[in-house]
């Protein structure tokens, strides 16, 4: 029932906007910023040494 979901999306969502009781926007920024406060993991973190290996490696 997938049109079940859209109809909600059309319907209801502006609604709930329009009350405040839906976001209208998302706040700037990574989900890792937002959730830890910076975008990178601290050099201390035990897998911070391989942060580059995807770049390195041949996949």
């Known amino acids: 029932m997938p049109e079940c979901f859209d109809d909600f999306?059309?319907?209801?969502?502006?609604?709930?906007?329009?009350?405040?009781?839906?976001?209208?926007?998302?706040?700037?920024?990574?989900?890792r910023r937002k959730l830890f406060g910076q975008d990178r993991l601290p050099a201390s973190h035990a897998v911070a040494p391989y942060r580059f290996a995807a770049d390195k490696s041949d996949v």
């Open 9 to 31: 999306i059309a319907l209801v969502v502006p609604i709930l906007q329009q009350r405040g009781a839906f976001k209208t926007a998302y706040a700037p920024g990574t989900l």
